[in-house]
């Protein structure tokens, strides 16, 4: 098989560094070979109950889906549509294929799938994974935050809604044009943490999308996941067209080889490609080790491992670390990478590099300004020796990367001098770190 990133790919995956995306158009595989598409099944179950003799003998493709849906609801109605899709569902629920067994035996913390089918769902539990299940609702409420990526418990987004919601769900042409609006106008927007997530992220693998459907081109680029520094890879079966004639698949492949350097179509069935993927995987040895969270790098053990999002110093007075330690885990449960230094490291010269390289890498620096924190000395305090650090760090960012430091009130102490500039977060009320992890995600989502 053609393809020369393989060690990339899985480096990538291992780190935590790749988000998985899985179309609509995916192709999958029985244990016992028998290869199907489950969209194209359901329209050929919809092209049945239309009973339209203009379409007799109609071998419907997936992407025939969302016209034939439509057409659907024009002789039926919605809400025979949405009975339909059901027990289609319900007939994929104890199905089992390759191509998802290989997928849940790789670390992926975050899917995103475009598929209305429960087949990676029931695979990661096959594979002793406890998936956190979302969706986003073009036209519903959707949560602010996801529950945290791991390795354990990946976040599987549903981005075309759940079947299990029937008024999310985006299957015909009306809808994939309502969701499209509605999400190129943030309105509703998706969760925080994942756009954050699809906005920085660096690796992306996307199976089964048939990449010549045009609203692809406008949901890519929506979603902000093909830019100038992130790494896309693709794996399509595509038509190779008329001998001599370009096809629409070789029109997609330029679209996207002209505007997104670094996004590379590979022709090739998903099928095979992934089964490879997972062959390498575990020669590499890299499948025993599946379940160890991906290393810190440089980063000191002496502070608190990373979750994958932002990370954020908290500084506090000794005297204030019962609720540093609130705010640390109010953080970890916001997908941030808190950051919390350990009080037996203060006094040693080993502290103080830590700290300062430390500081220098955080995305934010929160203090937790106090009655303990006034009376330290502002001259021999290890905790006013990590403000003035950040106060130095502060004035090195560039200008429109958005505020670094955070102050957050936990008495009616006023702001310490050097902070009083910053807008404070207050911690005494009741939603005090609630809004404490808005003003930081907010944050993120405009730097």
């Known amino acids: 098989m053609s393809f020369a990133h393989w060690d990339k790919l899985l480096y990538g995956i291992e780190k935590g560094e790749c988000i998985l995306f899985l179309g609509p158009e995916l192709p999958v595989e029985s244990p016992d070979g028998l290869r199907q598409i489950p969209a194209q099944a359901l329209a050929r179950r919809l092209l049945r109950a239309l009973d339209d003799e203009k379409l007799a003998g109609l071998d419907p493709q997936a992407s025939d889906l969302s016209w034939i849906a439509q057409r659907y609801v024009v002789q039926e109605d919605q809400l025979s549509l949405e009975g339909e899709i059901e ?82 769900v985006v299957l015909t042409e009306m809808q994939l044009l309502d969701f499209l609006a509605h999400l190129i106008g943030h309105d509703p927007p998706l969760p925080n943490d994942l756009n954050e997530a699809l906005t920085n992220g660096r690796l992306f693998l996307f199976l089964g999308f048939e990449l010549r459907q045009w609203y692809l081109r406008i949901l890519f680029h929506v979603l902000k996941v093909l830019r100038s520094d992130s790494r896309g890879f693709a794996i399509e079966t595509l038509d190779q067209g008329v001998s001599g004639e370009a096809s629409e698949a070789d029109h997609a492949i330029l679209f996207y080889r002209d505007n997104f350097k670094k996004m590379d179509i590979v022709r090739t069935s998903p099928v095979d490609f992934v089964g490879e993927l997972r062959r390498r995987y575990v020669e590499s040895g890299r499948s025993t080790s599946a379940t160890i969270p991906a290393s810190t790098g440089d980063r000191s053990p002496a502070v608190s491992a990373p979750t994958g999002g932002p990370t954020v110093f908290i500084c506090h007075a000794s005297e204030d670390k019962e609720k540093a330690s609130q705010v640390h885990e109010a953080l970890k449960r916001a997908k941030l990478e808190p950051w919390l230094d350990k009080d037996a490291l203060r006094g040693g010269d080993n502290w103080d590099d830590l700290i300062e390289s430390t500081i220098a890498k955080v995305d934010y620096f929160v203090v937790l300004n106090s009655k303990a924190l006034a009376a330290k000395s ?20 560039l200008v429109g990367l958005g505020r670094f430091i955070v102050p957050a009130s936990i008495d009616d102490t006023p702001l310490l001098k050097p902070l009083s500039k910053y807008h404070a977060v207050d911690l005494r009320s009741s939603d005090g770190l609630s809004d404490l992890v808005r003003a930081i995600k907010r944050q993120v989502g405009t730097a």
């Open 378 to 397: 502002r001259e021999s305090s290890y905790v006013n020796k990590e403000i003035n650090r950040a106060l130095k760090a502060d004035e090195m960012r």
């Open 87 to 168: 027990s289609w569902h319900r007939e994929w629920l104890e199905a089992r294929t390759t191509l998802h067994d290989d997928l849940a035996a790789f670390p992926f913390r975050r899917i995103v799938t475009c598929g209305l089918d429960p087949l990676m769902e029931t695979a990661l539990r096959r594979a002793g994974r406890t998936p956190a299940v979302e969706r986003y609702h073009y036209r519903g409420r959707n949560e602010e935050l996801l529950p945290e990526a791991t390795i354990e418990a990946p976040v599987l987004f549903h981005l075309y809604g759940h079947v299990n919601e029937a008024s999310s």
